[in-house]
T-cell receptor
Framework: DTEVTQTPKHLVMGMTNKKSLKCEQH?????MYWYKQKAKKPPELMFV???????INESVPSRFSPECPNSSLLNLHLHALQPEDSALYLC????????????????FGDGTRLSIL | GNSVTQMEGPVTLSEEAFLTINCTYT??????LFWYVQYPGEGLQLLLK?????DKGSNKGFEATYRKETTSFHLEKGSVQVSDSAVYFC????????????FGKGTLLTVNP
């Protein structure tokens, strides 16, 4: 069982819809991440939150809007997505950030499989 | 910048065969190295890690040794099972303030009974 929980597991939405992906962890981690993974490819980093503040945005289009309401929760708000945004969206968390974080692994959820019609 | 090169496969083995998946890296300083596994329909699971040269990570019969002299972190298992069928990703994380994991392209392993 994964310690990072993502909901929903599957989501189908139209290009004009607004939806949100949710992620929760109770490991006391203070860094949380959103990744996008296309089929047969490695995950691509989208956003990093450190102590509930956005620290990295990998030039992600504004139709993706992250939010970190508290240290355990991470949301990804979706609006006006394109068919090419169909992918597996993975949330991850890790124990520490900053210069000492290099040896801390990231723990991943099972992802939300998103399909844009 | 950092990069990871791993054999892309696919790799097809019979049950109880020996597995090696090669992984080499390019990085400044002394990165931490990881192997993640992704079973069909699931997210990534940390399989093992090594944080300094000559460290050996091990888990579930899998092993990998951090070889700084050859900048390698090859994954091995002595006897694979059907349940090991998955995609395996080698990854590194630098020591600086960079939070990013750099992944290899992944290797699909299929184990036949």
């Amino acid at each position: 069982d994964t310690e990072v929980t993502q909901t929903p597991k599957h989501l189908v939405m139209g290009m004009t819809n607004k939806k949100s992906l949710k992620c929760e962890q109770h490991m006391g981690h203070r860094a949380m991440y959103w990744y996008k993974q296309k089929a047969k490819k490695p995950p691509e980093l989208m956003f990093v939150y450190s102590y509930e503040k956005l620290s990295i945005n990998e030039s992600v289009p504004s139709r993706f809007s992250p939010e970190c309401p508290n240290s355990s929760l991470l949301n990804l708000h979706l609006h006006a997505l394109q068919p090419e945004d169909s992918a597996l969206y993975l949330c991850a968390s890790s124990q520490a950030v900053g210069t000492g974080a290099g040896n801390q692994p990231q723990h991943f959820g099972d992802g939300t499989r998103l399909s844009i019609l | 910048g950092n990069s990871v090169t791993q054999m892309e496969g696919p790799v097809t083995l019979s049950e109880e065969a020996f597995l090696t998946i090669n992984c080499t890296y390019t990085a400044t300083g002394y990165p931490s190295l990881f192997w993640y596994v992704q079973y069909p329909g699931e997210g990534l699971q940390l399989l093992l890690k090594a944080t300094k040269a000559d460290d050996k990570g091990s888990n579930k019969g899998f092993e990998a040794t951090y070889r700084k002299e050859t900048t390698s972190f090859h994954l091995e298992k002595g006897s694979v099972q059907v349940s090991d069928s998955a995609v395996y990703f080698c990854a590194l994380r630098g020591r600086g303030s960079n939070y990013k994991l750099t992944f290899g392209k992944g290797t699909l392993l299929t184990v036949n009974p």
